[in-house]
């Protein structure tokens, strides 16, 4: 079945750490463009980081200098999360793009809370 599976997360209070993993499976991830989203309840869902297939990284400016996204050579995606606040809060969902991806798809998510 391909599909992409996020998981870590989790709730913490504010200051804290957690790391999400986006793992594929039945494809890899070699030539996909990565993102991470997150949608707060209720808001629209934004793009919090993107890693491309020279492992070149963006972050959302509420991210920047807290979060980084990584990954490994075949299958899994990584953000980690430091200092989180309260204002991360969030459902995180993965993102497979770019022309020579194979799977265009976006995992099902996790949800972070982060308390005060």
């Known amino acids: 079945q391909l599909q992409l599976v996020e998981s870590g997360g989790g709730s913490v209070q504010s200051g804290g750490s957690l790391k999400l993993s986006c793992t594929a499976s039945?494809?890899?991830?070699?030539?996909?463009?990565m993102d991470w989203f997150r949608q707060p309840a209720g808001r629209p869902r934004e793009l919090v980081s993107s890693?491309?297939?020279?492992?070149?990284t963006t972050y959302a400016d509420s991210v920047k200098g807290r979060f980084t996204i990584s990954k490994d050579k075949l299958n899994t995606v990584y953000l980690q999360m430091n200092s989180l606040k309260p204002e991360d809060t969030a459902w995180y969902l993965c993102?497979?793009?770019?022309?020579?991806?194979?799977?265009?798809?976006w995992g099902q998510g996790t949800q972070v809370t982060v308390s005060s």
């Open positions: 993102r497979t793009s770019g022309d020579y991806c194979a799977y265009l798809t």
């Open positions: 039945g494809f890899t991830l070699t030539n996909c463009k």
């Open positions: 890693i491309n297939t020279d492992d070149e």
